[in-house]
C-alpha cells in the first residue's frame, strides 16, 4: 500500500512560471515531511522540509505548503529556471514508535521546465 | 554534504554470482540505509542500520543482507544475483532521530546479467 503518493509522473512549465508539485499521503502518523530533487546519474539531493506543526515553509524560490486535514502537501517554485528540470521526490517520516527512523517515498515526478 | 561515497559505480554481473555494494561516510552518522531506484517505483528502502552491528529489514529486503562493522560502512550484498535486482542503489546516512534529513550517496548502477 502506497503511503507517499505523487500522482503526476511527468510536469512540464515554461521557464518563469510557477512549478507546482503535488504529493498526498495517508498515514496520519507522518509529522515530518521532505522533498528531494534528483539529477540524472546523482543521488537525491535534500531542497525543503516542513513539519506539521505548520502549514508553510520558504527557502528563496522554494516554499512548501502542508494541508493536513487533506493529508496534502505541495512545493511551489517561483520561478522556474531550466536547472531545474530534475526529478522531485516527496517523503515523509513519523517520529513515533518503530518507524522513527525511517523516510517514505512517493515514485517522484519529473519537472521539464522548458527555456 | 554528508560525504558518502559508493563502490562500485557501475557493476556487470551474471546471475547466481554473489555481489557487495559498499557505503563509506565520514560524518560519524548513526543511521545508514540502502534504497533501490526502478522506473514507476521510486525509492525503495531495503535495510537500514540503526548504530554498528544493529540492522533491520525494510520493504524490499529479499535476496540481499547488510553489514555494519564500523560506523562508517554499511555494505550491501546480493547473496545470488537475479535480473530483477538490475536497479540503481543509493546509500544515505542521517546524523540522529533530531536529524531529520538523509543524505545520500552518487548511487551504484548494477547490472545482472
Known amino acids: 500500500d502506497q503511503q507517499v503518493k505523487q500522482n503526476s509522473p511527468s510536469l512540464s512549465v515554461q521557464e518563469g512560471r510557477i512549478s507546482i508539485l503535488n504529493c498526498d499521503y495517508t498515514n496520519s502518523m507522518f509529522d515530518y515531511f521532505l522533498w528531494y530533487k534528483k539529477y540524472p546519474a546523482e543521488g537525491p539531493t535534500f531542497l525543503i522540509s516542513?513539519?506539521?506543526?505548520?502549514d508553510k515553509n520558504e527557502d528563496g524560490r522554494f516554499t512548501v505548503f502542508l494541508n493536513k486535514s487533506a493529508k496534502h502537501l505541495s512545493l511551489h517554485i517561483v520561478p522556474s529556471q531550466p536547472g531545474d528540470s530534475a526529478v522531485y521526490f516527496c517523503a515523509a517520516h513519523t517520529s513515533s514508535g518503530g518507524s522513527n527512523y525511517k523516510l517514505t517515498f512517493g515514485k517522484g515526478t519529473l519537472l521539464t521546465v522548458n527555456p | 554534504d554528508a560525504g558518502i561515497t559508493q563502490s562500485p559505480r557501475h557493476k556487470v554481473t551474471e546471475t547466481g554470482t554473489p555481489v557487495t555494494l559498499r557505503c563509506h561516510q565520514t560524518e560519524n552518522h548513526r543511521y545508514m540505509y540502502w534504497y533501490r531506484q526502478d522506473p514507476g517505483h521510486g525509492l525503495r528502502l531495503i535495510h537500514y542500520s540503526y548504530g554498528v552491528k544493529d540492522t533491520d529489514k525494510g520493504e524490499v529486503s529479499d535476496g540481499y543482507s547488510v553489514s555494519r562493522s564500523k560506523t562508517e560502512d554499511f555494505l550491501l550484498t546480493l547473496e545470488s544475483a537475479t535480473s530483477s535486482q538490475t536497479s540503481v542503489y543509493f546509500c544515505a546516512s542521517r546524523g540522529g532521530l533530531a536529524d531529520n534529513e538523509q543524505f545520500f550517496g552518487p548511487g551504484t548502477r548494477l547490472t545482472v546479467l
Open positions: 516542513i513539519s506539521s506543526i505548520k
